[in-house]
């Protein structure tokens, strides 16, 4: 099968995926509350890695393509893809993306979510809150006849309209037993544009929004991205799955309906 082949998942693997995606979710709920001035990314990637291992999962990014470490940690300036580190300590006024893949039984939950480290200043809330809602406009677009455009289209439209830029070089992705498969999902497009959804695709929506410039680049180590212009960047991801009717949030901790 080529790699552009969009995969539509079982019943019995979307169930797999449920459970991968929730445990992901829970996760990320378990280290929010070590968002706090003075701690270190690496403290939180090692409890990451500690408590997945306890929930009879394991981490994805992992060696994956070379990765160090357990987690991604982007802070500030970072877009993604950011390499937790005992030396980088959190402080007042800070933003840290945690993004957050456990493989359960071979399929992957894949979510990530920005938090404030203490009190965040105007600019900061604004471009978190910004992207929070960017993420669910994206949700909202999935049904089955759409296109994959319209998610992007909808979440361009309201970034650029709230005067921030919508980061390129890092799109949303198809998710399963594999990490990072067809289709890419553009956080940018065309409304009518692109591949049309279909029940049982799952793919993760993960815009990555940021306050000045779109442009990234990519710093020595090869993983960790950041704004040219060094001014904030924040991201929110979701994996979900196009159903009959609609969409599913799959990285929702359980009894939660919103995020
Ligand atoms: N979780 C990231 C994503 O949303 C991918 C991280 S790949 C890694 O796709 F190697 F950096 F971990
Ligand atoms: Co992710
Ligand atoms: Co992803």
Not at 56 to 65: H, I, T, V
Not at 131 to 146: D, Q, Y
Not at 161 to 186: E, K, L, Y
Request: charged content about 25%; glycine content about 10%; overall charge negative.
């Amino acid at each position: 099968m080529g790699s552009d082949t969009i995969v539509l998942l079982s019943n019995r693997e979307l169930e797999k995926m449920r459970q991968a995606g929730r445990l992901a979710a829970e996760l990320l709920r378990h280290l929010e509350p070590m968002v706090k001035p003075g701690v270190s990314t690496l403290q939180l990637n090692d409890e990451a890695e500690r408590w997945t291992q306890a929930h009879g999962a394991r981490s994805a990014p992992l060696g994956y393509n070379g990765f160090p470490k357990s987690i991604c940690t982007s802070v500030n300036e970072v877009i993604c893809h950011g390499i937790p580190n005992a030396k980088q300590i959190l402080k007042e006024g800070d933003i840290i993306n945690i993004d957050v893949t456990p493989i359960l039984d071979g399929y992957h939950g894949d979510t990530s979510k920005t938090f404030f480290v203490g009190t965040p200043s105007p600019i900061a809330k604004r471009l978190v809150e910004t992207t929070r809602e960017c993420l669910k406009r994206g949700i909202a677009e999935v049904k089955p006849e759409a296109r994959i455009g319209d998610i992007g289209a909808a979440i361009q439209e309201y970034a650029e309209s709230q005067g921030f830029s919508v980061v390129r070089d890092f799109v949303g992705h198809g998710v399963s037993n594999i990490f990072h498969t067809a289709p890419q999902v553009p956080h940018y497009g065309t409304r009518g544009k692109g591949k049309r959804l279909r029940p049982g695709m799952v793919f993760t929506i993960e815009p990555m929004i940021n306050e000045g410039t779109w442009e990234a680049e990519v710093q020595s180590d090869k993983w960790t991205a950041l704004t040219r212009d060094r001014k904030l960047s924040a991201q929110f991801e979701h994996t979900v799955a196009v159903t009959k009717d609609g969409v599913e949030i799959l990285t929702l901790c359980e009894g939660e309906t919103d995020y």
